[in-house]
């Protein structure tokens, strides 16, 4: 990625924090980072190109994380890639970019791109998560689950607090799905 999709692509998510996707339009982006509009034009047919960019952008991102996450102990990864998803109260700009995700996700109905980009983020978190049970159950910190099911059960629990909570930005129920979390993850513990 060159400098200037870099520039854009921040200048993007700075946007999407600030103002949410409604609000999103390339004279935003390009005000934001200092460029003109025939600059992001020339990088990007237009805005669904763009935001289709900026979902492989985060899935990059999302890739980093996870690969900086020094956790090896198979609980301690799956708590990791939780607060990666479940926005932390310590981090309300994650919140705030959570509710800008759960916007592009609703319309991946009617962009195909989208839906491609959130269908490839949705299966690296399924696969993060299988592969992280998978250890847990050869390493015995983990007993009778099986991997698949386990990692679904956990993406849905997610998405489903996420779905419940970011919206209204209510902190506290942010914190009550993240322990139903944890406890679907004790679960799979050998007592």
């Known amino acids: 990625m060159s400098s200037t999709d870099e520039e854009i692509m921040e200048a993007t998510y700075r946007v999407l924090v600030e103002s949410g996707y409604s609000d999103l339009s390339i004279r ?20 669904e190109d763009l935001l289709a960019g900026f979902l492989a952008y985060m899935l990059d991102s999302f890739e980093r994380e996870l ?21 932390q109260r310590e981090n309300p700009e994650h919140l705030s970019f959570q509710q800008t995700l759960e916007e592009i996700r609703t319309q991946t109905p009617y962009h195909d791109r989208y839906r491609d980009q959130f269908d490839e983020l949705d299966a690296r978190l399924a696969s993060e998560l299988e592969a992280t049970i998978r250890r847990g159950l050869d390493d015995g910190t983990f007993v009778g689950v099986d991997p698949t099911e386990a990692a679904d059960r956990l993406i849905i629990l997610m998405i489903g607090v996420t779905a419940r909570y970011v919206p209204m930005r209510d902190w506290d ?14 679960s799979w513990q050998r007592e």
């Open 28 to 47: 935003r982006i390009a005000d934001e980072f200092d460029g003109s509009q025939s600059l992001i034009y020339y990088h990007y047919d237009d805005k």
């Open 173 to 186: 129920g942010l914190e009550r799905g993240q322990a139903v979390v944890e406890r679907e993850i004790e």
């Open 67 to 87: 690969a900086a996450t020094e956790a090896d102990d198979p609980v301690d990864r799956l708590r990791a890639v939780v607060e990666l998803i479940i926005p």
